[in-house]
């Protein structure tokens, strides 16, 4: 079983949907939640960072973490064309530890 | 400027040559890191260097040699590679020190071609 898996896509939606993206994983001592987002020919960047369970909320983003059932996803919403890109997700535990993402979903949104 | 800068944007090299990548990060971190992006599959981490001592060599085979000369530097050196090793060789820093659980920031990535 791979530590952290994350559907490819592509997933392709229109302007304003609500966009929802997944991530599943293995490890129980992942205490750190991360979703970076990465354009087209650059490095990721970091997007929202939650750190144990529960909801966080930035602008039109929405982060979740269900650690009860190791599955975190990023929510969003009024979707826009520049939301195009990958999304990674990205873990790791409490101590000295390295952190583990996902293969990425690539997200297409079309005006 | 941003934070983190890698050179070359683009390498096309054959098995036999010997290159390097440049990073440097202008963010005053004490951590620095090589992944390797390969089409869908997840970052893999490479190497880690915290306060300029390497901390994680991850089974990275001794055809890529990293080198650390002060905390805002990092290279890759690379020879002898082989048509598996193409890929997008990404660059980061943290400031999280020991405890790499830290925000990451990547470089735009060196895309690396071995004929």
């Known amino acids: 079983q791979k530590e952290v898996e994350q559907d490819p896509g592509p997933l392709s939606v229109p302007e304003g949907a609500i966009v929802s993206l997944n991530c599943t994983y293995s490890n129980s001592a992942f205490q750190y939640f991360m979703w970076y987002r990465q354009y087209s020919r650059k490095g990721p960047e970091l997007l929202m960072y939650t750190y144990s369970s529960g909801n966080k909320e930035d602008g039109r983003f929405t982060a979740q973490v269900d650690k009860s059932s190791k599955y975190i996803s990023l929510f969003i919403r009024d979707s826009q064309p520049s939301d195009s890109a990958t999304y990674l997700c990205a873990m790791s535990g409490t101590s000295y530890d390295k952190v583990i993402f996902g293969p990425g979903t690539s997200l297409s949104v079309i005006p | 400027e941003t934070g983190v800068t890698q050179t070359p944007r683009h390498l096309v090299m054959g098995m036999t040559n010997k290159k390097s990548l440049k990073c440097e990060q202008h963010?005053?971190?004490?951590?620095m890191y090589w992944y390797k992006q390969s089409a869908k599959k997840p970052l893999e981490l490479m190497f880690v260097?915290?306060?300029?001592?390497?901390?994680e060599n991850n089974s990275v085979p001794s055809r890529f040699s990293p080198e650390c000369p002060n905390s805002s530097h990092l290279f890759l050196h690379l020879h002898t590679l082989q048509p598996e090793d193409s890929a997008l060789y990404l660059c980061a820093s943290s400031a999280a020190g020991t405890k790499l659980t830290g925000e990451l920031f990547f470089g735009e990535g060196s895309r690396l071609t071995v004929l």
């Open positions: 963010l005053g971190h004490n951590a």
């Open positions: 260097y915290s306060l300029e001592e390497r901390v």
